[in-house]
């Protein structure tokens, strides 16, 4: 079991930044990336990022592009979402999720197959 701990969500004013952190209790042999999902009040849960453990590979969904980065500390764990100029729209529980590689009868699967507790971030006009 991988447990993930969110921190860093707040409220901040349109256009400043914030920083959330990710720390999973550890990876397993199936670990392959750590990512961020978001989800706002009446919305359906949108993706935010990505970071593979191994080659550091980036991923970002269109809201977010040129605005988010995301980083990685393989030493402890830990993932971070650096968030700039943040608009009003990305007020929403931030969670993060912890991807895994199974092989079935050969055939890759991926999953999100653990998820932490999420982190509010709120963005006032």
């Known amino acids: 079991q991988v447990r993930l701990v969110e921190s860093g969500g707040g409220l901040v004013q349109a256009g400043g930044s914030l920083r959330l952190s990710c720390a999973a209790s550890k990876r397993t042999l199936n670990s392959i990336s750590m990512g961020w999902f978001r989800q706002a009040p009446g919305k359906e849960r949108e993706f935010v990022a990505t970071i593979a453990w191994n080659d550091s590979s980036t991923y970002f969904g269109d809201s977010v592009k040129g605005r988010f980065t995301i980083s990685k500390e393989n030493a402890k764990n830990t993932v971070y979402l650096q968030m700039n100029n943040l608009k009003p729209e990305d007020t929403a529980l931030y969670y993060c999720?912890?991807?895994?590689?199974?092989?079935?009868?050969?055939?890759?699967?991926?999953?999100?197959?653990?998820w932490g507790q999420g982190t509010q971030v709120t963005v006032s006009s």
């Open positions: 999720a912890a991807e895994s590689l199974y092989y079935e009868g050969g055939v890759g699967r991926r999953e999100f197959d653990y």
